[in-house]
């Protein structure tokens, strides 16, 4: 095969030009990998597909094979090109480049046999081919091929546009047909750069999208936990609720049924009286009658303080409108806490019902003060004997924080606390036993406290402010210095069995709570 017809084999028939990694269809047939797939997206509405160079069909879209043996010899064309050279064939015996070639005698002539050769106007010379001199001539006329037509995408010879079968149809010179050639390449070019684009940003978009759908699923799940939450939540209220309804009515019934039996008791005794009264009233001797009676004894009434008892408990339906203002309070309570919860804000407020007697508690429920005074304060099973104070909150999920200025204080413990620490004993304190975890304060001096176990810490305080981190289901509480930057004091690590509160202990001075969130 000549060099010039192994170039041909090696080119394209879409772009005209040597393979660019090189497929094969079913058909046999070979094209650049760009150029068929541009070729085969173009025909995707159609009914199916088509080889463009034998227009074969194919009902789903063609599998490209790659034409492994095809790829490397273009390899080879292009590390080691064909000469280029075309040598004068009329030089029989010595090869010598021809300078020009004659497309009537088919013969490429070296500058001596030029100057010999026929100057007739039908001897058309043009330069060196680098195909056959026979691939340039119509193979049916056998003349020149000038034209190339559009409507059958072919070169043909002036008797096929004038007498031919391509009579009548658009055609253009083969040198225009070249320069529209090099115009579709350049559209081809920006189409592929097109393409790459399109790709890119439907790539972009599906991976926007994945993790627009996976962030749905998160938010979906989140929320649905929420609910499912919240619905426990409101479940236990409603049951915390309704017992205090039910208790305080029960209270309420069992006075009012003693009281009934008090008044029938009293009704018997008052029917008895009235029947000696009448016997009496019946005698006619008046000695007898003087006799018999004991009028102080029959004149006896109900105690005035027993009645206005009980005429303020029919009145008012025994003490069940203070006991409902009680449970509303309850249900308002609850609903706030529900509600901060949800909403992810967590306000940390002190419990002035389980304050210990010489603490004082501000009416925002952020400060706790030591005093050398008693408070005189209700005794209640909640109250701490020690100087102890524990949150209003309780915490049995998730991941909260807040923060405290203990700088008021010389002697301080904060941390959390099991809401079944003992209230009273000499270790009831947080961090002397197995229920709670404390950062404690003695003048220079800092430690942790858990299961009256003290570990002393390398340095105090410096900023006099504390932050206690809690993370339940990791199971958690870190201390931190609010210094710049913050620094770690401790972490306790365990599993916690019961919701925690948070808690302050203090000898002196006072502690204010700064702020409290969930994270």
């Not at 680098?130 to 340039?136: A, M």
Request: charged letters at 30%; proline letters at 3%.
């Amino acid at each position: 095969m000549a060099d010039a017809d192994l170039i041909e084999e090696l080119e394209c028939s879409i772009c005209l030009s040597i393979y660019t990694d090189p497929v094969t269809l079913t058909c046999g047939h070979n094209f650049c990998r760009d150029c068929i797939n541009l070729a085969l997206d173009e025909q995707q509405w159609s009914e199916g597909y088509s080889c463009p160079q034998c227009r074969a069909n194919f009902k789903k879209l063609p599998v490209l094979q790659k034409n492994t043996s095809l790829a490397n010899i273009v390899k080879l064309v292009l590390r080691d090109p064909p000469s280029q050279n075309v040598f004068c064939t009329q030089c029989i015996h010595t090869p010598v480049p021809a300078v020009i070639s004659c497309l009537m005698c088919e013969a490429s002539l070296c500058d001596d046999h030029l100057r010999v050769h026929s100057k007739a106007p039908e001897h058309v010379l043009c330069d060196p081919p680098t195909t056959s001199l026979e691939n340039r001539k119509c193979s049916v006329h056998k003349k020149i091929l000038e034209y190339y037509c559009t409507e059958d995408s072919s070169c043909i010879c002036v008797s096929c546009r004038l007498d031919g079968e391509h009579r009548g149809h658009q055609v253009e010179s083969l040198d225009e047909a070249s320069e529209k050639k090099n115009k579709l390449r350049n559209v081809l070019q920006k189409l592929m750069t097109e393409r790459q684009k399109t790709e890119k940003r439907v790539q972009s978009l599906e991976e926007h999208r994945r993790k627009v759908q996976g962030k749905a699923d998160d938010e979906t799940e989140r929320v649905t936990v929420l609910f499912r939450d919240l619905r426990r939540r409101l479940e236990d209220l409603e049951k915390r609720v309704l017992r205090e309804i039910s208790g305080q009515a029960l209270w309420v019934s069992v006075t009012m049924s003693d009281m009934i039996w008090d008044l029938e008791i009293k009704k018997e005794e008052l029917s008895r009286k009235m029947g000696d009264i009448e016997e009496l009233c019946n005698m006619t001797d008046p000695l007898t009658v003087l006799q018999e009676s004991d009028t102080g004894d029959l004149c006896d009434t109900e105690d005035d303080e027993d009645r206005e008892r009980r005429d303020k408990l029919l009145h008012d339906g025994g003490d069940l409108d203070v006991d409902v203002a009680g449970v509303l309070h309850t249900l308002h309570t609850g609903l706030s806490d529900i509600i901060q919860q949800v909403s992810g804000v967590t306000d940390i407020l002190l419990d002035v019902s389980t304050a210990g007697y010489h603490l004082q508690i501000s009416d925002d429920r952020k400060t706790v003060s030591r005093l050398y005074k008693s408070q005189n304060y209700p005794e209640t099973p909640e109250r701490f004997q020690c100087s102890q104070v524990i949150s209003i909150q309780r915490f049995s999920s998730g991941r909260h924080y807040w923060e405290v200025d203990v700088g008021g204080s010389r002697i301080w413990r904060v941390g959390m606390c099991y809401p079944s620490i003992n209230r009273r004993g000499d270790q009831s304190e947080i961090g002397d036993n197995k229920k709670s975890w404390s950062l404690e304060g003695w003048g220079n001096q800092c430690s942790v406290v858990h299961d009256n176990n003290k570990i002393p810490l390398p340095s105090s305080v410096s900023s006099k402010r504390v932050r206690i981190d809690l993370d339940y289901e990791a199971g958690r509480i870190s201390f931190y210095d609010l210094c710049d930057p913050f620094r770690h004091l401790h972490t306790f690590t365990t599993t916690f069995t019961e919701p925690l509160h948070a808690g302050v202990c203090i000898w002196s001075g006072h502690v204010k709570i700064l702020r409290g969130n969930q994270m």
